[in-house]
């Protein structure tokens, strides 16, 4: 006879074993949903809570140094017009009277700022260490390429040496520091030859004061991709860099027959009236 | 399982869009790298490169307006700090010469900070002019270089005065600034 209460039994327990990871697999998806979606509105909250922000610091400044700004749209500012004393260093009061009195005083002293791109140069090292894997030397790197392109005669060698020989003197410490990013840029360039990475290596080089190979890598680029304007411009200053002057009047003629660029048209009219040398 | 893997492929795409960003911005793609931080701003709005990134490639393809909220959320470092100054310096300054040419205000008197960009340069220009009549345009040379000038005007279009900056080099239209 059958034991119908075992069998229950033993039907409940495999029911159970049967959903545990169903619903483990469930509630782990929810609570990581949970997590993903807080951080996300968190972030909205953020920049909805900017405007506040921007009016709190707005007002806070208005009763600490005494700045109005004559606006038409801003309702809170027209308040403090009534400033009696003016210190025009540390305060800047922009209303109709002032400018009536105040001579003008734009002078070239005004102070000139500059944006600051060394953040780029931490996102080129933190996306670089993908390469870090193989070490080889440089210098067979770039001689492997630099004799297949190689086009300036056995003469301009000794010239371009001897420039070589005296810019490195020049720049050696930026060299070796900017040494390590141009060999991982020509390793990415080797595995997919990409123009871009090319002529990044082009004006690396050029910026370094290595000119031959910054004409190198410009030529491979202009090879590769015959319609980049940089990599044209990279070109014809470094054959002016390297003594070649006709040569660069002669190649950048030649390409603004193809191309009308304008800021190659700039370097040559730069070029032959000597500004450029 | 599946769920999970789509999940995580999800999380990598999201962290790679920073550094197509920055590959777009070195091969010079600047309104698509604007374009690619105004639609994914919210999601990397704690990272200061992003931001910084962001707003750089805007100010290059000429979107001044959207330099408003990377000013505002740039301040946790030194770099941020400078380049917020340097992108508001901006902002004020295409205001301040929008307002002038619609309605002859006088800038002349003002001494700001300049920076290096277009609109700067213009703008000093200008606000050395004294007030005047309303021209249809100004015409400034550049002070280091007499082949370099500068043509500033207001385009009627339908609905708005834009601001137009043309910047010719003897006689040759090299780049043309619209702001509004």
């Known amino acids: ?277 | 399982m599946k769920i999970i893997l789509i999940l995580f492929l999800a999380l990598s795409l999201h962290a790679n869009i920073k550094q197509d960003m920055f590959n777009l911005y070195q091969n010079k793609k600047y309104e698509k790298v604007c374009r690619m931080g105004f639609d994914n701003f919210n999601k990397n709005s704690r990272d200061e490169e992003f931001i910084s990134l962001y707003a750089f490639a805007c100010l290059n393809s000429d979107y001044i307006d959207r330099l408003a909220i990377p000013v505002a959320m740039l301040k946790f470092s030194k770099e941020s700090r400078s380049n917020s100054a340097y992108f508001s310096v901006i902002l004020m300054q295409k205001k301040l010469l929008y307002h002038a040419l619609q309605d002859n205000y006088d800038l002349s008197t003002l001494k700001l900070p300049t920076t290096d960009y277009i609109l700067s340069k213009v703008f000093d220009l200008y606000s050395k002019l004294k007030i005047n009549e309303p021209r249809a345009f100004y015409l400034f040379e550049d002070e280091n270089d007499k082949k370099l000038t500068y043509k500033l005007y207001l385009s009627k279009d339908e609905n708005v005065k834009k601001m137009v900056i043309e910047e010719f080099y003897d006689t040759i239209t090299i780049k043309r600034h619209v702001y509004w």
Not at chain 1, 30 to 55: A, H
Not at chain 1, 159 to 176: L, T
Not at chain 1, 245 to 258: F, H, V
Not at chain 1, 269 to 276: N, T, V
Request: hydrophobic content about 35%.
């Open chain 1, 1 to 277: 006879m059958l034991n119908t209460r075992d069998l229950e039994q033993r039907w409940l327990r495999y029911k159970i074993k049967f959903y545990i990871p169903h619903f483990i697999i469930f509630i782990s998806i929810i609570i990581i949903s949970v997590i993903i979606l807080t951080f996300f509105n968190s972030d909205k909250k953020d920049i909805k809570k900017l405007p506040e922000e921007i009016n709190k610091t707005q007002i806070e400044t208005q009763t600490n140094k005494e700045i109005t700004i004559k606006t038409p749209k801003v309702a809170l500012i027209k308040k403090s017009i009534e400033v009696k004393s003016i210190d025009y260093n540390e305060s800047l009061v922009i209303t109709p009277k002032i400018q009536e009195k105040e001579p003008s005083n734009i002078s070239n002293n005004s102070l000139k700022l500059a944006p600051s791109l060394d953040f780029m140069k931490n996102m080129q090292h933190a996306h670089l260490p993908y390469y870090k894997e193989e070490p080889i030397i440089e210098n067979q790197s770039v001689s492997a390429i630099v004799e297949e392109t190689q086009k300036p005669e056995p003469l301009e060698k000794i010239q371009e040496a001897v420039v070589a020989e005296e810019e490195i003197k020049k720049i050696r410490i930026k060299r070796r520091d900017a040494s390590k990013d141009i060999r991982d840029i020509i390793k990415r360039f080797k595995k997919n030859n990409n123009p871009a990475l090319s002529l990044f290596v082009a004006k690396k080089y050029y910026e370094l004061g290595e000119y031959h190979k910054a004409y190198n890598y410009a030529l491979i680029t202009n090879q590769i991709n015959r319609d980049i304007d940089e990599s044209w411009i990279i070109f014809t200053k470094s054959l002016v860099k390297l003594k070649q002057k006709k040569m660069a009047i002669k190649t950048l003629n030649e390409y603004l027959k193809s191309s009308h660029s304008s800021s190659a048209k700039i370097l040559l009219d730069e070029i032959i009236s000597g500004k450029f040398k």
